[in-house]
């Protein structure tokens, strides 16, 4: 019924999301969070610098713009994580 067709609309709406966001080079993994209204994107450090992870935020926000349709505002996050560890003996 109703609800049925709501989830499905709902299901393609995050679906879409993270598409979007796992087009674009150097992404590694992205997540629709708080019901469609964040997305995080996870990119690769040695792939995407600091100026890149900024561009590719500003890009996602912009092509969900143009290709959604939405209400209110949508939250792009880029992550770009360095992680080094050592041990001491």
Same mark, same amino acid.
């Given at each position: 019924?109703?609800? *049925?067709?709501?989830?499905?609309?709902?299901?393609?709406?995050?679906?879409?999301?993270?598409?979007?966001?796992?087009?674009?080079?150097?992404?590694?993994?992205?997540?629709?969070?708080?019901?469609? *209204?964040?997305?995080?994107?996870?990119?690769?450090?040695?792939?995407?610098?600091?100026?890149?992870?900024?561009?590719?935020?500003?890009?996602?926000?912009?092509?969900?713009?143009?290709?959604?349709?939405?209400?209110?505002?949508?939250?792009?996050?880029?992550?770009?994580?360095? *992680?080094?560890?050592?041990?001491?003996?």
């Amino acid at each position: 019924g109703a609800r *049925r067709e709501t989830l499905d609309l709902y299901i393609k709406r995050l679906t879409k999301l993270e598409e979007i966001a796992d087009s674009f080079p150097g992404v590694e993994r992205s997540f629709a969070i708080q019901a469609g *209204r964040e997305i995080r994107i996870i990119v690769n450090p040695q792939d995407a610098d600091d100026l890149a992870a900024d561009e590719i935020s500003h890009l996602v926000a912009r092509r969900v713009e143009k290709e959604m349709e939405y209400p209110g505002k949508i939250k792009v996050t880029v992550i770009r994580e360095h *992680r080094a560890t050592d041990y001491a003996s």
